[in-house]
């Protein structure tokens, strides 16, 4: 059986890494990466260290506004799938490549399978939002991580497409943890064990708006530990746009890191602040307490549980929200026990395999 994964953003780089690995003996697999992520640290370094076998074609869409940039992947897409005649196209998450290879496929009749199925932020201003639920609604087969997501999708009517695998970026991170723990790591300069905090933001509802990305860095500038702040291009690209010191008060500007990298600065950090979904799950696995920097998450369950708390309009309650005394500890699982890649072969070759 051919199986064709479509990748083109940095998330989905590491989601792909555990089902490359799952298909190998099991099935063809073809990949595909649209080039949506092109810099070296946003792409090449994670193919690199997480073992993942070099794409089959890469389409170098790059950056775009969304119908360009949507709209460039489709077409590219629509040809390598008549060329490379796949029996199910597996797409990830829920980036601008996510809806583009969907879409692709769903029009030239070749069934499709969506990992990272059911999630919602129910928040239409989100790209993210409409990817996901377009995708999930043209998908035949649908993979979900939580029993929150597989509720959602009942809720939608998708029930009996739907599939409860677990979470693939748990299986990469219990991995990338015992290597860490076999190996060890140096911490970026600046910062020293326990005694600061990992940052992210890179949403275009915290990064667009010149006055908000203002003061959510005026607010990080103004923590009391180092805050280890990972510049997503778009951060940068905006603050530099908008006049905006980026290295300033508390503030260590630093480079993206590499996955195994970044693994380690969360485990050895005081807590996280992010705008991201992969990285409060991140924090959540490695029990960092964590701020979110936005109204809502998809990953309910790391709020649930005590480990994330969100902070959208009122940053002044970011400082005490950072600095609050780590949650009770829990043993909960809600993300899988780190095979979710495994189910995730077996479900598409029960239901594709001819
Ligand atoms: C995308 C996804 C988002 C995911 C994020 C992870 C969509 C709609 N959004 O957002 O869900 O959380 O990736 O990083 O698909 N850029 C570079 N170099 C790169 C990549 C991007 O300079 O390698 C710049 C581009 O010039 C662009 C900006 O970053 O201006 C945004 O890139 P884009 O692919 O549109 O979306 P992201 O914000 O990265």
């Given at each position: 059986m051919r199986i064709l994964s479509v990748v083109g953003a940095r998330p989905q780089f590491v989601k792909l890494a555990p089902i490359a690995k799952a298909m190998e003996g099991r099935a063809e697999h073809v990949i595909v990466h649209t080039g949506q992520h092109y810099d070296e640290l946003m792409s090449d370094v994670f193919f690199q260290d997480l073992g993942i076998p070099a794409?089959?074609?890469?389409?170098?869409?790059?950056?775009?506004k969304h119908g360009e940039q949507t709209g460039a992947m489709l077409a590219g897409l629509e040809k390598v799938l008549e060329e490379a005649q796949p029996d199910v196209v597996l797409v990830y998450g829920d980036t601008n490549s996510t809806l583009a290879a969907a879409l692709a496929a769903v029009k030239i009749h070749i069934p499709v399978a969506h990992l990272?199925?059911?999630?919602?932020?129910?928040?239409?201003?989100?790209p993210e939002e409409h990817n996901r639920v377009l995708t999930d609604h043209a998908s035949d087969l649908l993979l979900s991580p939580t029993q929150v997501g597989m509720d959602h999708l009942a809720t939608e009517g998708l029930a009996e497409r739907s599939r409860m695998v677990g979470d693939v970026m748990t299986d990469v991170l219990y991995r990338v943890r015992e290597q860490l723990a076999a190996q060890g790591q140096p911490l970026p300069d600046g910062v020293s064990a326990g005694n600061y905090y990992v940052c992210t933001i890179h949403r275009p509802d915290n990064t667009d708006d010149p006055a908000r990305l203002k003061a959510i860095v005026e607010s990080l500038a103004a923590l009391g530990k180092p805050v280890l702040l990972l510049a997503h291009p778009r951060l940068k690209a905006l603050a530099e746009t908008h006049g905006?010191?980026?290295?300033?008060?508390s503030i260590v500007l630093h480079e993206p890191l590499a996955y195994p990298q970044l693994v380690n600065a969360v485990a050895n950090s005081a807590g996280v602040v992010t705008d991201s979904g992969g990285l409060q799950k991140e924090a959540f696995l490695l029990r960092i307490p964590c701020t979110t920097?936005?109204?809502?998450?998809?990953?309910v369950e790391t709020v649930e549980l005590g480990w994330n708390v969100l902070v959208n309009s009122?940053?002044?309650?970011l400082a005490a929200t950072v600095e609050r005394p780590a949650p009770p500890a829990t043993d909960a699982t809600p993300y899988g026990d780190g095979h979710a890649a495994e189910r995730t072969v077996d479900a598409l070759l029960a239901t594709f395999a001819k």
């Amino acid at each position: 059986m051919r199986i064709l994964s479509v990748v083109g953003a940095r998330p989905q780089f590491v989601k792909l890494a555990p089902i490359a690995k799952a298909m190998e003996g099991r099935a063809e697999h073809v990949i595909v990466h649209t080039g949506q992520h092109y810099d070296e640290l946003m792409s090449d370094v994670f193919f690199q260290d997480l073992g993942i076998p070099a794409p089959d074609y890469n389409l170098g869409v790059g950056s775009g506004k969304h119908g360009e940039q949507t709209g460039a992947m489709l077409a590219g897409l629509e040809k390598v799938l008549e060329e490379a005649q796949p029996d199910v196209v597996l797409v990830y998450g829920d980036t601008n490549s996510t809806l583009a290879a969907a879409l692709a496929a769903v029009k030239i009749h070749i069934p499709v399978a969506h990992l990272e199925a059911g999630l919602r932020s129910f928040n239409r201003r989100m790209p993210e939002e409409h990817n996901r639920v377009l995708t999930d609604h043209a998908s035949d087969l649908l993979l979900s991580p939580t029993q929150v997501g597989m509720d959602h999708l009942a809720t939608e009517g998708l029930a009996e497409r739907s599939r409860m695998v677990g979470d693939v970026m748990t299986d990469v991170l219990y991995r990338v943890r015992e290597q860490l723990a076999a190996q060890g790591q140096p911490l970026p300069d600046g910062v020293s064990a326990g005694n600061y905090y990992v940052c992210t933001i890179h949403r275009p509802d915290n990064t667009d708006d010149p006055a908000r990305l203002k003061a959510i860095v005026e607010s990080l500038a103004a923590l009391g530990k180092p805050v280890l702040l990972l510049a997503h291009p778009r951060l940068k690209a905006l603050a530099e746009t908008h006049g905006i010191d980026l290295a300033s008060g508390s503030i260590v500007l630093h480079e993206p890191l590499a996955y195994p990298q970044l693994v380690n600065a969360v485990a050895n950090s005081a807590g996280v602040v992010t705008d991201s979904g992969g990285l409060q799950k991140e924090a959540f696995l490695l029990r960092i307490p964590c701020t979110t920097i936005r109204p809502e998450t998809e990953w309910v369950e790391t709020v649930e549980l005590g480990w994330n708390v969100l902070v959208n309009s009122d940053l002044s309650k970011l400082a005490a929200t950072v600095e609050r005394p780590a949650p009770p500890a829990t043993d909960a699982t809600p993300y899988g026990d780190g095979h979710a890649a495994e189910r995730t072969v077996d479900a598409l070759l029960a239901t594709f395999a001819k």
